[in-house]
């Protein structure tokens, strides 16, 4: 099963660390993603730029809105991504929790749903048809 591992952190936790942890967990992490990848499990792996370079955009009653960044009361940002292979639930959150980044922040782990089966379901574009 293919999985989502999406990587949140919070920068107040980040900044009170010392000088040269950030780089350290960093390390750990690109560690960590070698492992996986030669270990089969790790698909894809990327790292967002900073949320102050976002945009969000959003249609309402027909109106589009482009607004700077996530908001500014959220505490945990979202940083990057994992997506992975593994068993189950159950192997993916084991997974997760190796990340350096649960310690300042948050690693969600989220099945990834089969978008042909989708597709299929919907009749979209590119589905074929039962008649």
């Known amino acids: 099963m293919k999985f989502m591992l999406l990587i949140y952190n919070d920068g107040t936790l980040l900044d009170s660390l010392p000088p040269d942890q950030p780089d350290a967990m960093m390390r750990e992490c690109l560690a960590h993603a070698d492992e996986l990848k030669h270990t089969g499990h790790l698909i894809e792996s990327r790292m967002l730029a900073d949320a102050d370079q976002a945009k969000a955009v959003r249609i309402r009653n027909g109106r589009t809105t482009t607004t700077d960044g996530p908001f500014a009361e959220a505490k945990e940002v979202l940083g990057g991504f994992n997506l992975i292979e593994a068993e189950d639930i159950e192997e993916a959150v084991r997974i997760a929790a ?9 690693v969600e782990v989220r099945p990834v749903e089969d978008i042909e089966a989708v597709r299929q379901r919907v009749g979209g574009s590119g589905a074929s048809a039962a008649r």
Request: charged content about 20%; overall charge neutral.
């Open 98 to 106: 190796e990340f350096p980044w649960a310690r300042t922040g948050c």
